[in-house]
């Protein structure tokens, strides 16, 4: 998943050149026998892929992508099957497909293949050397997103291997640019621009969803069917200053501030869309007593306000029920001894699919009030909720109960962004569902020491193979 904010560097820098890179080698890959297991494998490409850098600053997805598609190859795939993509330097993709019988419309399997940058002083090992101590695989990329990227690769070389005979195209697309959010070298918008009908699919897979382990033992899947859209505003209050020993009435800090308790204070509506009602409802017999009456109220619809009350203040729930902004960022002054001749916040908001955004920007307006100037800094592109299909649910679902009995699947809607908002936009429907179980406070995504267990890790790419083949092999 990303971070909200990518440097301008990207945006200001001209990129004319479109590349379709076929031939060139990729980087020396450890040479898989025949007689190596699946497993074997498998633990061959993640570390590859990971050990292959592929941050903003210095990395190339190119070349991660063009040992992915000599993986492929190895194992059989024509070389027309999968090309590498590169609109920009380094910021290269895959793309390609596992041909089925057409009898069905395709399968899109997407991940991000870049990662968020690490810096080797602040990790305890480091962080593009895949390292397993105790049983955890530490390196960056160890969850987001390389695992779900060569659990795909793995699982269309397993499936070739076996001589599986799908009937619908697999699509993979292993892309760019995701953590810098609407970069223009981000692959997944950019293949929907450049190659829509070659990533055209009935529905994708990608990331979004997780397993959540609770004290070591796993509690629920999590499969992300929709996601918040990113907003980002600055608020702006400005003066002619004065000597702070003469100090003046019009002062721009405390204008700024005024705006930002009212801010504080505001509320946007509650609204319970289908996945988080889905959500409160199926998570609600996990819940410890008093909480799961709550949960049931929201799961019921128009929930009463001291329940809306009470859930708002659990942590991550509040994203749920309604569209939020929150001030993250404030800079004013220029002097110790000067009133502030400018005082400026930057509010961040994450608004529900289906909000109208024209009204956030309204209520920030009023809330701002006159002596604020509001100014729209990103907006990201909205997108519906994907619909919970059922002939995809039922597979989740009897997968997912074998291979952890008990643990209920529980749709939910993101509450930080990823690529499947390009897709959903685009009317492809998405979802976030992996089988990899983590602690959520534990994972160091998007932070330090980036982790996942070992048998966690190897659980979540069986799924994965299981999930493809089984949706390629409907009728
Ligand atoms: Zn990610």
């Not at 946007?268 to 996990?286: C, G, K, Q």
């Not at 930057?346 to 608004?351: D, H, L, Q, Y």
Request: aromatic residues 6%; contains cysteine; charged residues 25%.
């Amino acid at each position: 998943m990303q971070a909200a904010n990518w440097p301008k560097t990207i945006q200001q820098r001209e990129f004319h050149h479109v590349r379709t890179v076929l031939l060139r080698r990729p980087p020396a890959a450890p040479a898989a026998s025949a007689a190596d297991s699946e497993v074997d494998t498998f633990k061959s490409i993640y570390k590859q892929l990971i050990e292959i850098n592929t941050t903003d600053s210095v990395g190339s997805t190119t070349e991660a992508s063009q040992a992915m598609r000599q993986r492929l190859l190895d194992v059989g795939f024509a070389p027309g099957d999968f090309e590498v993509i590169e609109p920009y330097p380094r910021k290269g993709n895959l793309l390609g497909r596992y041909k089925g019988t057409g009898l069905k419309k395709p399968l899109l399997l997407l991940a991000h293949i870049d990662v968020v940058e690490a810096r080797r002083e602040d990790w305890k090992t480091d962080p593009f050397k895949l390292q397993e101590v105790d049983g955890r695989n530490i390196a960056r990329g160890a969850i987001d997103d390389k695992a779900m990227a060569a659990s795909y690769v793995s699982a269309l070389a397993q499936l070739r291997r076996e001589g599986f005979k799908p009937n619908r195209d697999m699509v993979l697309a292993l892309t760019a640019d995701e953590e810098l959010g609407d970069s223009p070298a981000n692959g997944a918008s950019w293949l929907l621009k450049n190659r829509r009908q070659d990533v055209d699919a009935e529905f994708g897979i990608n990331e979004g969803g997780r397993g959540e382990l609770k004290n070591g033992k796993p509690h629920a899947h999590v499969m992300q069917i929709g996601e918040k859209t990113f907003l980002q505003y600055q608020f702006e209050a400005t003066g002619p200053g004065a000597h702070s020993a003469r100090p003046t009435p019009a002062n721009t800090i405390y204008d700024l501030a005024e705006a930002l308790v009212r801010l504080r204070q505001y509320r946007f509506p509650v609204d319970i869309n289908p996945a988080a009602r889905t959500y409160f409802e199926r998570s609600a017999p996990m819940q410890a007593e008093d909480v799961r009456a709550d949960f049931l109220a929201v799961a019921g619809g128009n929930p009463p306000a001291d329940v809306v009350e009470r859930l708002s203040n659990r942590g991550p729930i509040i994203g749920l029920l309604r569209t939020t902004c929150v001030a993250t960022m404030v800079q004013a002054g220029h002097a110790v001894t000067a009133q502030a001749q400018s005082a400026k916040a930057t509010i961040n908001c994450r608004a529900l699919p289906g909000q109208d955004l024209e009204f956030v920007e309204q209520k920030l307006r009023e809330i701002a009030g006159p002596k604020v100037k509001v100014t729209q800094q990103v907006r990201e592109e909205p997108a519906p909720g994907s619909p919970l299909k059922p002939e995809l649910m039922q597979v989740v679902e009897s997968i997912s109960g074998s291979m952890w009995p008990g643990v209920p699947v529980v749709p939910t809607m993101g509450v930080s962004t990823t690529d499947s908002r390009h897709f959903r936009a685009a009317g492809i429907p998405m979802y976030g569902v992996s089988g990899l179980f983590v602690d959520p406070d534990k994972t160091g995504v998007h932070a330090l020491d980036e982790n996942i267990g070992v048998a966690e890790l190897l659980k979540g790419r069986e799924f994965m193979y299981q999930l493809i083949k089984r949706l390629a092999s409907q009728s």
